[in-house]
């Protein structure tokens, strides 16, 4: 099987980060030695975001546009397909389109139930899971409540400790293999933080609505922020956060917070690598549904600062089990440990930047990431 097809959200949603995200897969598949393929599909209207207009659209040529520019770069520019909710495609022919979903073929669904009139013809369809704990909860409660859920042939956490006694959500009765969310490392350009450069972060408010789960609530970072707000007036640095709309702009001004919008540096992918680069190191708290569970997820977002030179100090999830902490890369469960991490890195932040790059070399590289999943799966 030397044919994988990826499926994801990047014409939908052309944020830089997103964007990154499944280049990810995309590229480091292919330089891994597979013929790649990408596939996305809406099925309702105005499903499609228009950056620069700040809209939603059922349009999906703005998105078209950056992802083809971006394929273009790795010689893809022939081999995606988008089917909009009128049935419409663009990119390949819907007869080479169709064609792509046949017994040589990987399907790797990193959205969930994409394409079920022809991903099944293939020869494996894999599940890769990227809200360990936020996707278990809701497909169990989909099952609770007598709903159809799609199967798989294989499914795939990049929660380390999902399908584990560690893991406070339910499994599903699935075997779970797992891997670290893959990280094209030679994307960016290595550089010096200045002196004076904050502690930056990327995210999003409040994306989605709270969960339910057998009285207990999941929910996202907001929940998880609350508890770090006053962080800014307990250590002598500069913070800034790129957020969604949502937040509690003025509090987190009054508390030390430079606050500006995510928006504004996720237009494009050159954007994204760009404000990275502009900072000292990342502070960033995790999902509330990741860190109530313990699923071990380490997102791929830390994994470009560190690639860029940049310390990460990022809250605990259950990663910390799976990577090196305490040089260029740090773990914490209160404002006590972020504080401490932080000050840590400050005495020495460039050559806390080194042995992130290490880490991140080693451990999250694309094409050595997937090429091992790659294996476990056709195995």
Sequence with gaps: MGRVIITGAMIKYPWGGLIQFFLAWIIGIKKAGYDVYYVEQVEWEYACYNVLKKEMTSNPTYGIGIINNELKKYGLENKWGFVDDKGDHYGMKRKDFIGLFEKESVFIDLQYDSFPQWSYNVGKRVYVDGEPGWNQLGIEKAIRNGENVPSYDVYVSMGLNVGTHKFKAPNLNKKWMHTFCPVLTE????????????????????????????????GMKDLEFKKFMDLPLLVDTNFEIAVSSGAPKELLRQKGWKVISADSISGNVDQYHQYISQSKAEFSVAKNAHVETWGGMFLERSGYYMASGRAVVLQDTGWSAFLPTSKGLFAFNNIEEAKNAIEEINKDFVRHGEWAKDIVHEFLDAPKVLKKLLQAILT
């Design 187 to 218: 994307v960016v350009k290595p550089s010096k933080p200045k002196n004076d450069a904050p502690f930056t972060t990327v995210m999003n408010w409040k994306a989605n609505p709270e969960v339910n789960y057998n009285g207990k609530i999941y």
